[in-house]
């Protein structure tokens, strides 16, 4: 039987449906991010009391020669199948639909699927199956209410820029679009009351619009106190080097700009247990 949590949507497994986990996470070698990953995956496992569940990276930390993807998933699936189970479940840990989430990942677990079929064949053993999950960024119904209460719980800005990695995939930064949209709804309820709407708007470190790009509109359109929100799963040199950037913003501008630490997104996958896809 699954559970729906009655906020979010998101389904609560219960102890006989859990399954293997494996998460798949990009990947650094900035030590806070692997301290991230790992208190994470540590939280993770207390809650769901699952009886196996491990990260896994396509780049960076912990890589090395002959441990890529498809391998990593393999040695997954092969200890899963020592303890008796005959599917895995694959969580893309990514917040954008971009390259990674809708091409490498899927084309390594296909690659892995191929190779777990040929060993479960000499061994005349039948195959684990692998269930590839939503990447978690699809969910932004569950992400923007985190991002809201964040934003209530600042200083007065009457707008928001929340900036984000960026894709260069067509259609790869929709989900950061949408959760914009939420942003605007949950924080302007539209309840009657007559105050400025505030403006949520979005920009990307590697492609455009950029944070400079998005504050000179804002500037001009008579903003003065503006927030900036960044939308990363975890702090690191990019969420530092926009908080350096926006300093600097602040004074070309004369403007107030308040930065805010990136809200600990990852942490939105041990708030809600998995649901085992079909």
Known sequence: MTKRDEQTGYGMATGSEIKPYLLVFHGSSDPRYQAAVAELMFGIAA????????????EGYPMNP??????????????????????????????????HVMEDIPKQVAQAEAEILLQAKAKGELPVKIHLEPYIGQHTGAIAP????QIMAEPPATAWILIAHGSRREGGNQSVEDVAQKLTQLINPGNGMKMTPIEICTAYWSVAPSLEERLAKLVAAG???????????????????????AEELSHTHGVSIITVNPPRLGMVIGNWSFVPGP
């Open 66 to 99: 002959g441990n890529g993807m498809e391998t990593q998933i393999t040695e997954f699936a092969a200890v899963a199948a020592q303890k008796g189970y005959t599917r895995i479940n694959i969580l893309p840990v990514f917040l954008h639909p971009g390259v």
């Open 223 to 245: 903003h003065r106190q503006v927030g900036i929100l960044p939308y990363f799963l975890f702090p690191g040199g990019i969420t530092e080097a926009i908080a350096r950037r």
């Open 47 to 58: 809650r769901l009391n699952a009886p196996l569940v491990k990260a896994a990276f396509l």
């Open 146 to 149: 985190l991002l809201a209460q």
